[in-house]
């Protein structure tokens, strides 16, 4: 039996003011020339979500890493290798997802020749979510998977906590199921292997609760 949770508040990708658009391609398309903040002044490419257009399940992630802003597509690099050996020791079809995230373009510091991941602000957030929110609105999921604290606040709301809350699928009032979750990049970073290896087991377990949303 799923746990699930109803929440009062909403984050800001779920308000009803959002980028309006017929389709996913035509949303794309505005959103190649993206100017509400000013991280698309440094990234190579927008990176939109990609996917079915009749998914029922979204997993939105935190930002474009380096190779997703590079190959302008997204979960491409070392930590969506490792979602998709989850997803498929959990039992789901990484196929009948689509994949996104709260913040398209990749927000970095450079550390000698290297582009290091810097978190997005609240604000570059905010004026993201005006892409995420129509994006789950043509989509109409069953589920949105919310992995790591950047797609937790864009869905959620600042109350909600990764950590507190993991596992834990919520529902805003009037809005889409949302499971909570950490983002896969958090299992790359645990150096010892005994600790990597029961944070893995405890996301796969998390990413479990998917099947539950899936037609069969």
Request: aromatic residues 4%.
């Amino acid at each position: 039996m799923l746990d699930k949770h109803p929440l009062s508040d909403a984050g800001p990708s779920l308000e009803r003011n959002h980028a309006d658009a017929t389709t996913l391609e035509a949303l794309r398309s505005d959103a190649e020339s993206c100017r509400r903040c000013d991280l698309y002044r440094n990234a190579t490419h927008l990176v939109f979500g990609d996917g079915p257009r009749n998914a029922e399940i979204v997993l939105v992630g935190e930002q474009p890493g380096d190779k997703e802003d590079l190959a302008g597509k997204p979960f491409v690099g070392p930590a969506g290798r490792l979602l998709d050996q989850c997803l498929e020791e959990a039992g789901i079809d990484r196929d009948r997802c689509y994949v996104t995230n709260a913040v398209k373009h990749f927000k970095y510091q450079m550390r000698g020749k290297k582009r290091l991941h810097a978190r997005p602000n609240a604000g570059e957030m905010q004026r993201c979510a005006w892409w995420l929110g129509a994006e789950l609105e043509l989509l109409q999921p069953k589920l949105v998977v919310a992995l790591g604290a950047t797609a937790v606040s864009s869905l959620l709301g600042s109350k909600v906590r990764v950590m507190r809350d993991r596992g834990r699928i919520l529902r805003p009032s009037g809005q889409v199921e949302i499971l909570v979750t950490i983002h896969p990049s958090a299992l790359l970073r645990i150096r010892e292997p005994g600790e990597k290896e029961k944070s893995r087991l405890a996301f796969i377990r998390d990413l479990k609760k998917i099947r539950g949303f899936l037609r069969h």
